[in-house]
């Protein structure tokens, strides 16, 4: 008997919610059926601002708002542990706002830390790799999240120059073939991205990050550019499973 | 705007849950992430029992009333139409329980029938087929919902002799390399269906239902065994995405 009910915020964006729920099956141990875990699940994407577009001030909704509200369904629906698959979404001024939300309404769901689940991996898994490259889009970017969470894991962030940073951005949000228009990469956006992981080995990394979870979904590869690929999407969904502990 | 709330009960089984979630995405026109509909989604497997055991009669649970609950659930989350991603849970036996117990707890979503949209399907987007073969679970065949739905479409259906539906339960079921235990096909469970697929050919049929929700996981190609193939999940998730009207 599993021990917990999971909860995903599926519409950040929706295709990395779908992602994060495949990642939670392939992740589970199972011979039918009925030994997968429950899972329940709210993508509401219309009602969430883009996070991008508020770190960078384009908009005053801050999506917080919307994805607590969506936590807190989730909870009603049983969800005893969630977890938001978007990096943007855990820049401080985002994340902090959603913890506090659910703390004023009592919630007990329990809320992981993406990228800190991130940390630990890297420091437990890979505890030789000191710096790691990262592909995400510019509100990640410009929020120094990664920077903030990893370095109490004593790891060094590189990020590419701010025009590669545009590059990475638009594979993601290229409203023609980007990967939230598409749920895929191409050709095109595979070789954008290529650049700039070759720029981030270049400047000394020895893995990157798929730091937007629309990233994991064009890059299924254990290496990318020659370095090996770090996916929060998946540290993610084997954190959720470890917290729905089996007990008989 | 979207007028509307997908809600899917994902659990039956897992993995054709989450290829129904894929196929709705899919098949929505977005350039952005706030331009996809809203889904919401309960995947709790461990409740239903399994569909062919209660329709052999191996277990008296009728699956029914779980699956029921969860669409009241559903429907509480905001679901204002619903789909069920397993054939073998339209048959009458299990089907029927589950409109009476909707229709008894009065409730207002609208559970559309996979079936018959599969039918639907047939008769305006391939009027010149008229016998169509069966892949399904044991409890499917025997269960003969294929027959009863789609007799009204003026379609024959033709059922692979009992020893091959075995073949076709086991690729679904077999609990180490099968479908549901995998979400996905491997060399022998294709071959075992594609053995099958070539009897109903020679016995006359001019197209393939997969007629399991975890079959179009294995089988993703749109010819198989020389047959065209019809997917019963890709028909419901056009269905359903038909249900949340576009308005101004």
Same mark, same amino acid.
């Given at each position: 008997?599993?021990?917990?009910?999971?909860?995903?915020?599926?519409?950040?964006?929706?295709?990395?919610?779908?992602?994060?729920?495949?990642?939670?099956?392939?992740?589970?141990?199972?011979?039918?059926?009925?030994?997968?875990?429950?899972?329940?699940?709210?993508?509401?994407?219309?009602?969430?601002?883009?996070?991008?577009?508020?770190?960078?001030?384009?908009?005053?909704?801050?999506?917080?708002?919307?994805?607590?509200?969506?936590?807190?369904?989730?909870?009603?629906?049983?969800?005893?542990?969630?977890?938001?698959?978007?990096?943007?979404?855990?820049?401080?001024?985002?994340?902090?706002?959603?913890?506090?939300?659910?703390?004023?309404?009592?919630?007990?769901? *329990?809320?992981? +830390?993406?990228?800190?689940?991130?940390?630990?991996? $890297?420091?437990? %898994?890979?505890? /030789?790799? =000191?710096?790691? !490259?990262?592909?995400?889009?510019?509100?990640?970017?410009?929020?120094?999240?990664?920077?903030?969470?990893?370095?109490?894991?004593?790891?060094?962030?590189?990020?590419?120059?701010?025009?590669?940073?545009?590059?990475?951005?638009?594979?993601?949000?290229?409203?023609?073939?980007?990967?939230? *228009?598409?749920? +895929?990469?191409?050709?095109?956006?595979?070789?954008? $991205?290529?650049? %700039?992981?070759? /720029?981030? =080995?270049?400047? !000394?990394?020895?893995?990157?990050?798929?730091?937007?979870?629309?990233?994991?979904?064009?890059?299924?590869?254990?290496?990318?550019?020659?370095?090996?690929?770090?996916?929060?999407?998946?540290?993610?969904?084997?954190?959720?499973?470890?917290?729905?502990?089996?007990?008989?």
């Amino acid at each position: 008997m599993k021990n917990g009910i999971i909860g995903v915020v599926a519409g950040v964006g929706p295709w990395a919610g779908l992602d994060l729920t495949r990642k939670l099956l392939q992740e589970s141990v199972a011979e039918r059926d009925q030994d997968y875990p429950t899972i329940v699940s709210i993508s509401e994407p219309s009602a969430i601002a883009d996070r991008s577009e508020f770190l960078r001030g384009a908009t005053k909704i801050n999506p917080a708002v919307a994805i607590t509200d969506q936590l807190l369904r989730l909870e009603q629906m049983g969800a005893t542990v969630a977890g938001i698959p978007c990096n943007t979404a855990h820049a401080p001024a985002i994340f902090d706002v959603i913890r506090a939300g659910l703390e004023s309404a009592n919630a007990q769901i *329990a809320l992981l +830390h993406m990228l800190e689940e991130v940390g630990h991996y $890297l420091r437990e %898994v890979t505890p /030789s790799i =000191r710096r790691v !490259g990262l592909l995400a889009t510019v509100g990640t970017y410009q929020s120094g999240v990664y920077e903030i969470v990893l370095s109490s894991a004593e790891l060094i962030v590189l990020n590419p120059p701010t025009d590669q940073q545009t590059i990475v951005h638009d594979a993601i949000y290229n409203p023609n073939d980007g990967i939230k *228009a598409t749920g +895929h990469g191409n050709d095109r956006t595979l070789n954008a $991205l290529e650049s %700039v992981a070759d /720029s981030l =080995r270049e400047m !000394g990394a020895e893995a990157v990050i798929l730091g937007c979870t629309e990233l994991p979904l064009a890059i299924t590869t254990p290496t990318f550019a020659g370095l090996p690929t770090i996916d929060p999407t998946l540290i993610l969904a084997r954190a959720l499973l470890r917290e729905i502990v089996e007990c008989e």
